[in-house]
């Protein structure tokens, strides 16, 4: 089993940023792929960021740059720092990880609102 634990949601004003972390534990070395889903009210889930084992990431093509995922290996967590953030933006913030048999993992989830 894997555990995920995200944090470093909050309120912020439009413009802002947030840094987010999900630290892994567990049967950690069976993880392939980490990645950020969000979802919104009344949407469907939605994948936001992924870095792969070899540390390549990947991004949702609405996010324009806006947001960078990286990783610390001795740690075990993965991070989603988030710039330029705006209102559409608000939702609640999913890690998930994913082994190459297909085993998902979920966090609980972290709430990040955008607004003034």
């Known amino acids: 089993q894997v555990q995920l634990v995200e944090s470093g949601g909050g309120l912020v004003q439009p413009g802002g940023s947030l840094k987010l972390s999900c630290a892994a534990s567990g049967i950690i070395f069976s993880i392939n792929t980490m990645s950020w889903y969000r979802q919104a009210p009344g949407k469907q889930r939605e994948m936001v960021a992924r870095?792969?084992?070899?540390?390549?990431?990947s991004y949702a093509a609405f996010l324009r740059g806006r947001f960078t995922i990286s990783r610390d290996v001795a740690k075990s967590t993965v991070y989603l720092q988030m710039n330029r953030l705006n209102p559409e933006d608000t939702a609640v913030y999913f890690c998930?990880?994913?082994?190459?048999?297909?085993?998902?993992?979920w966090g609980q989830g972290t709430q990040v609102t955008v607004s003034s």
């Open positions: 998930n990880s994913q082994s190459l048999g297909g085993d998902q993992h």
């Open positions: 870095i792969s084992s070899g540390g390549i990431p």
